[in-house]
């Protein structure tokens, strides 16, 4: 009686994953909701018996061609090579530290901000809550001297300047990004607000067709802007602003707190620094 009990317990463990329903096969691998669990992080509510016949194929398709790629790779052994090790590698340690600063995240108070505090911040930030888009280019170089030469070389010439400026972006910009695409400097189009305020000042206040004639200092070095485009400035009211403040305070709240648990650490760990 016993052992058939246990069989019965044993049965009712393995049954779903005996009953799982098969979609298809791939050199007789069996295809199952499993193997759906890449569009189900994309897409949450993600559920493929609920799309519709020509979806299914769709998605369906993607799997198996993804499946036979993976076999492929793997037959020529690609997740053994040192490129591959140290991206896996360097994955897992970008996954450790996220899963660590989500349990930080769980165990530090927030401090509660008043309607005065973020009214007071809000008077005082006026030009950081415009709703304003652009569109630019820039070459960053390490000295004010190299940015006043690049604009005296832009001084030089008649009309239109862009082309001009995408050469000069392209050999003296010490952007890593621009520097290793080539792409004339080009910042696509940005909000006023994510970017650093000097560097927005000096874009919006020129007239699209024109760049900073007086090199724009940041902690990323030294600027010649071109603004080719930008929108209509609207102000973003108390109300708006007021949850984007407080988002912005509630970060830096964070980001203290877990500098503080950083020194912490630090201060128990044997650190020796090579010159």
Same mark, same amino acid.
């Given at each position: 009686?016993?052992?058939?009990l246990?069989?019965?317990?044993?049965?009712?463990?393995?049954?779903?994953?005996?009953t799982?329903?098969?979609y298809?096969?791939v050199?007789?691998?069996?295809?199952?909701?499993?193997?759906?669990?890449?569009? %189900?992080? !994309?897409?949450?509510?993600? @559920?493929? @018996? %609920?799309?519709?016949e020509?979806?299914?194929?769709?998605?369906?398709?993607?799997? #198996?061609?993804?499946? #036979?790629?993976?076999?492929?790779?793997?037959?020529?052994?690609?997740?053994?090579?040192k490129?591959?090790t140290? %991206? =896996? !590698?360097?994955f897992?340690?970008?996954?450790?530290?996220?899963?660590?600063?989500? %349990?930080?995240a769980?165990?530090?108070?927030?401090?509660?901000?008043?309607?005065?505090?973020?009214?007071?911040i809000?008077?005082?930030?006026?030009?950081?809550?415009?709703?304003?888009e652009?569109?630019?280019?820039?070459i960053?170089?390490?000295?004010?001297?190299?940015?006043?030469?690049?604009?005296?070389?832009?001084?030089?010439?008649?009309?239109k300047?862009?082309?001009?400026?995408?050469d000069?972006?392209?050999q003296?910009? #010490?952007?890593?990004?621009?520097?290793?695409q080539?792409?004339?400097?080009?910042?696509?189009?940005?909000?006023?607000?994510?970017?650093?305020?000097e560097?927005?000042k000096?874009?919006?206040?020129?007239?699209?067709?024109?760049?900073?004639k007086?090199p =724009?200092k940041?902690?990323f070095?030294?600027?010649?802007?071109?603004?080719?485009?930008?929108t209509?400035?609207? =102000?973003?009211?108390?109300?708006?602003?007021?949850? #984007?403040?407080l988002?912005d305070?509630?970060?830096?709240a964070?980001?203290q707190?877990?500098?503080?648990?950083?020194?912490?650490?630090?201060?128990?760990?044997?650190i020796?620094?090579?010159?």
């Amino acid at each position: 009686m016993k052992k058939i009990l246990l069989s019965l317990a044993l049965v009712g463990i393995l049954s779903p994953a005996l009953t799982a329903k098969t979609y298809a096969t791939v050199n007789g691998k069996a295809i199952t909701e499993k193997d759906f669990e890449g569009f %189900k992080q !994309e897409f949450p509510n993600f @559920d493929f @018996d %609920k799309l519709n016949e020509q979806e299914k194929q769709i998605v369906l398709n993607q799997v #198996i061609d993804e499946y #036979i790629v993976l076999g492929a790779a793997r037959a020529e052994k690609m997740d053994t090579t040192k490129d591959y090790t140290d %991206k =896996v !590698e360097a994955f897992k340690k970008r996954l450790l530290l996220d899963s660590w600063m989500q %349990k930080q995240a769980q165990s530090i108070q927030m401090p509660n901000f008043s309607d005065e505090q973020i009214r007071q911040i809000y008077k005082e930030n006026e030009a950081r809550f415009i709703d304003q888009e652009g569109k630019a280019r820039h070459i960053v170089v390490a000295s004010e001297d190299e940015a006043k030469a690049i604009i005296a070389d832009l001084n030089k010439i008649r009309g239109k300047v862009e082309a001009k400026f995408i050469d000069l972006a392209n050999q003296k910009t #010490i952007d890593p990004v621009g520097k290793q695409q080539q792409n004339g400097g080009d910042l696509g189009t940005f909000h006023r607000a994510r970017m650093v305020p000097e560097f927005s000042k000096a874009a919006f206040d020129l007239k699209p067709g024109t760049y900073t004639k007086i090199p =724009v200092k940041t902690q990323f070095g030294y600027h010649v802007i071109y603004l080719e485009s930008k929108t209509e400035p609207k =102000v973003i009211g108390y109300d708006q602003a007021k949850q #984007i403040i407080l988002q912005d305070m509630q970060m830096q709240a964070f980001n203290q707190a877990i500098g503080e648990k950083v020194q912490a650490l630090r201060k128990n760990a044997k650190i020796q620094i090579n010159k």
